[in-house]
């Protein structure tokens, strides 16, 4: 519930992004940061929130930061001058990103082993579900009363869940906090990080298939049938879900959630080439959808999976939100620049390539931790 909050932060802004201008039309082509700034914040610190997390306690930073999130969605509910809300917009990454650093970890802590793989599924399904969410329910309310009664119901939303997860959590087992390093050390930390095949091993994979994921949903649904268009586009993020969900955990019984990492980047990879031959095919965009619901379900599996220790877990979060970040900032101008170059079959190879790098990335890494210490 937590991360359906903080993903529509990102939602609540992609979803009315046509009437913005009607709230500040001086904006101009500076919307655009509206909703790149979120992610920001996510790229500069993502690692170092890790760190922060487990020395403030996953509990302690859930709730903060939801009050946060509910604090700045009325503030920005207020219409403030465009300098202030864009201001609101870059601490709001802070709100989003302590929620999906702690949010993961404690879910695969109190989640017993058998059920870490279906629970961090569950979990990787947030940015989807929240967007339909906001489909069905925001832009109704949006089209009766206005994009800041928005803004309003979500400040309400946020509250609701840090009262209620407040109240939940307060007697539950948490991990125990950890010292936070000296302020001056935080840089040096990264690189052991960086380096650990275990604790980067998810945020590896990630950061190819979020370059691809929300630049998929932006840049083939021109070469769909304009009468099946609206069809696919709403069937896409359902068919990612429901094979992590069901396929993915599936797999995960027999399997370890690299590997089903690792099938799911070969079969996306299968269905860009399906894309390539038979451009804007229904059934290929659904296919490659559910090659990408492997990625992303196994992709959070893998966390508590490689790393056993509470700490470890929010450092590989971190990196995981991270590399998200960065990948969902640059993928859609990186594939909108290949496809003014090289058209739709220079789309493709660049896909097919990002696809196979996520592969040989766990690869080479499944292979450095398969060495002798």
Known sequence: MAGLGVAAQYGKISVVYDKLPELYPSAGANLSFSVSLVGAVGIALGLVAG??????????????????????????????????????????????????????????????????????S??????????????????????????????????????????????????????????????????????????????????????????????????????????????????????????????????????????VVELGFLLCALAVIWLWYTPGDPLGCIALAAAMGLVQGGSFAAVPQLNAIDAARAQASGVMAQAGNLGNTIGTPMMVLMLSFSGYSGLMALLIALFLAGFLSHLLLGWLRARPA
């Open 51 to 120: 760190i922060f997390v487990a020395s403030l306690g996953y509990r302690r930073t859930i709730v903060a930061c939801l009050w946060l999130g509910a604090l700045l969605s009325g503030l920005q509910a207020l219409h403030l001058p465009y300098v202030w809300f864009l201001g609101t917009r870059l601490v709001e990454g802070i709100s989003h990103l302590g929620v999906v650093v702690a949010a993961p970890t404690l879910i695969a802590g109190l989640s017993a082993p058998r059920h870490q793989g279906i629970a961090m």
């Open 122 to 259: 569950l979990w990787s399904t947030f940015f989807g579900v929240a967007f339909a969410l906001l489909a069905w329910f925001g832009l109704p309310l949006v089209q009766t009363w206005g994009v800041l009664a928005l803004f309003w119901a979500h400040a309400l939303i946020m509250a609701g869940l840090a009262l209620f997860l407040g109240y939940a959590l307060r007697d539950m087992k948490v991990p125990d906090r950890k010292p936070l390093p000296p302020l001056r050390s935080l840089p040096a930390l990264h690189w052991p990080i960086y380096r650990s095949p275990w604790k980067a091993a998810p945020a590896a994979g990630w950061l190819f298939y979020t370059c691809c994921f929300v630049a998929v949903l932006t840049v083939i649904p021109p070469y769909i049938e304009p009468e099946l268009r609206a069809f696919v586009l709403g069937a896409m993020p359902l068919a990612s879900i429901l094979s992590s969900m069901t396929l993915g955990v599936f797999l995960m019984r027999f399997q370890t959630a690299i590997r």
